[in-house]
């Protein structure tokens, strides 16, 4: 697929996927939804990536919801096709980790889209909020769940009942993002994050996402058990056995993956 409102490309092991619509604040009309998805299936295959990260063209914005213009035409069936909600549970899904490198406005589905990622970080000039009730519609690709598991029920209710845009300092303070740098630190501040998690075993890494995000919805009992079948699993893998022995060694683990 020729891409036309996002922009691809790889660095080392991070497959970038940068919204490139600032005209108009990046939007998500259904082209750059498709496009997203294309380019988030192509980092999955890639074997060389192991992160993925989502951000945004320009200074203002990283997405300023979906396509207003767009959505004066969607009636009651559109709303029950996957669209941005399936893209953010597909980003959610994602085998790989994701990143939000938030450079700017991220409202209402750009919101949704970063809550969908493992890991948010920001640049002090971002702001976040789900202004869609000022639409008479609600954040309907996983805003009202996700916001509220993420920064809680009270502060979520607030966000999206007064439609409040607040600043990347808050968005810190409610732990809505993990970091807030300079615009100049934020590619930087990936990269860290990223040179981290490639450290790490990269079974671990997929059980661990899974078992957040998966226990996270489930009862404590059914929680506990995936976390005890994942490790389980890491125990008996020989990445945990290289894991221990560099330790002992006081070297650096050789990972395989398996
Ligand atoms: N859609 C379409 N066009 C947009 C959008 C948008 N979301 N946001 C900005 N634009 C356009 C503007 O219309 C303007 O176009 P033009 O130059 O032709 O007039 C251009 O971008 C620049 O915008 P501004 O002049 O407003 O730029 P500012 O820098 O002054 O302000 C803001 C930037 C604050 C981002 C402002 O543009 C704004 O408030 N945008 C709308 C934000 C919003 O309400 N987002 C929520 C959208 S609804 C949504 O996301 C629903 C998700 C759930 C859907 C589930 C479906 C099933």
Known sequence: ??????????????????????????????????????????????????????????????????????????????????????????????????????NGYALGGGCEVALACDIRVATEEAKFGLPELNLSIIPGAGGTQRLARIIGKGRAMDMILTGEIISAKKAEEFGLVSKVVSREELWETVLEKTSKILAKGPLAIRLAKQVVHRGFDADMDTALILEKLAQSILFSSEDKQEGITAFLEKRSPRYQGR
């Not at 036309?4 to 919204?19: F, M, R, S």
């Not at 009636?75 to 597909?90: E, H, I, N």
């Open 1 to 102: 697929m020729n891409f036309e409102n996002i922009l691809v490309y790889k660095d080392g092991a991070i497959g970038v996927i940068k919204i490139n619509r600032p005209e108009v604040r990046n939007a998500l009309d259904a082209r750059t939804l498709l496009e997203i998805e294309q380019a988030l299936d192509q980092w999955e295959r890639h074997e060389e990536v192991k992160v993925i990260v989502l951000t945004g063209e320009g200074d203002k914005s990283f997405a300023a919801g979906a396509d207003i213009k767009q959505l004066r035409e969607k009636t009651a069936v559109d709303a029950l096709f996957p669209g941005l909600s399936g893209l953010c549970r597909k980003i959610e899904n994602a085998s790989k980790v994701t990143v939000a490198a938030i």
